[in-house]
């Protein structure tokens, strides 16, 4: 522990950690990152594709090393035990700050399949990772506003294409496909903005979750509902490298994936839509539930 340090030159230790721990690894992933882009077989990309995540895993696992070498974060998780290695999960989450994705890597690693989830079509060119990225076959997706679709009608539906396209390679190998369905961090700001019905949460946004459920409904059984909780407040990305991250809460939560809500075509079916918002909506209000029992437990100890 290097607690008794400066807290500025403890984040200056972990982030030297994290790049070095991240391009030290890369090298092992790049190898056959390169080979599954050039040889077209579909049994030897599966066999790259599980050797990638073998060294993924290994990836994040360094980095919850250094983590508990900086940190002095006490973790508090519930429910880690009912996750297995080999299934297929859909995983949603509330997003109040990037140490989410820290903190739930910290949690799943080699408990569930490694965490996959859905990214802007430019991060392919993020120098070193970009390239690890697509080896680990994770979506990239290009976006388009309500106005270019009504300019160019003839791009609607090139998400859920993507997202099929996507979903059929994560047939192969188990798979927990994150979604942060608020679409955004929460803030106060974007709160009131939304008018959220919610105290700490923003409104689900259903698109995301439909496309995979319609093209991957057969195959994905388990939704995985993890709640976070920061009872010293959200903390942006240099406080937790800094080790200003007290204590971390997480909840979490296994529920069958409900038939009728798989394999439906949620660009065309109105019917299909107005159900998943209304299965998303109770479970965020269970989630907001949670969140307060959460913070209020943690001001009791």
Request: charged residues 25%; aromatic residues 12%.
């Amino acid at each position: 522990m290097l607690g008794f340090l400066p807290k500025p030159v403890i984040g200056v230790i972990a982030i030297s950690l994290l790049i070095l721990n991240t391009l030290f690894w890369a090298l092992f992933l790049y190898i056959p990152a390169l080979l599954k882009l050039i040889i077209p077989h579909e049994g030897f990309r599966v066999g790259c594709t599980r050797l990638i995540i073998w060294v993924a895993e290994n990836w994040v696992a360094g980095n919850n090393a250094w983590m508990r070498l900086t940190q002095r974060t006490k973790w508090h998780v519930d429910g880690a035990e009912k996750l297995e290695r080999e299934s297929w999960y859909l995983v949603l989450s509330n997003h109040q700050s990037w140490v989410d994705i820290l903190a739930m890597q910290w949690v799943f690693n080699r408990r569930a399949p490694f965490l996959k989830f859905f990214l802007k079509k430019e991060l392919i060119w993020v120098p070193v990772i970009g390239l690890a990225w697509w080896g680990l076959d994770f979506p990239f997706m290009k976006r388009h506003s309500r106005e270019y679709l009504l300019r160019h009608p003839e791009k609607r539906g090139q998400d859920l294409e993507t997202t099929r396209k996507a979903c059929e390679k994560f047939r192969y190998t188990p798979v927990s496909v994150m979604n942060f369905v608020e679409g955004t961090r929460f803030t106060s700001a974007k709160q009131k903005q939304q008018k959220s019905p919610y105290r700490h949460l923003l409104v689900p946004k259903a698109g995301g979750v439909g496309f995979v459920l319609d093209a991957m409904g057969d195959a994905m059984e388990t939704l995985v509902d993890v709640t976070i909780a920061y009872p010293g407040g959200a903390p942006s990305f240099w406080d937790f490298l800094c080790g200003r991250v007290s204590e971390v809460r997480m909840e979490i939560h296994t529920h069958p994936i409900p038939d009728e809500l798989k394999g439906r075509n949620y660009a065309k079916d109105a019917e299909y839509r107005r159900m998943l918002k209304t299965w998303l909506a109770e479970l965020w209000r269970e989630k907001d539930e949670r969140l307060e029992r959460m913070l209020a437990e943690a001001e009791t100890r």
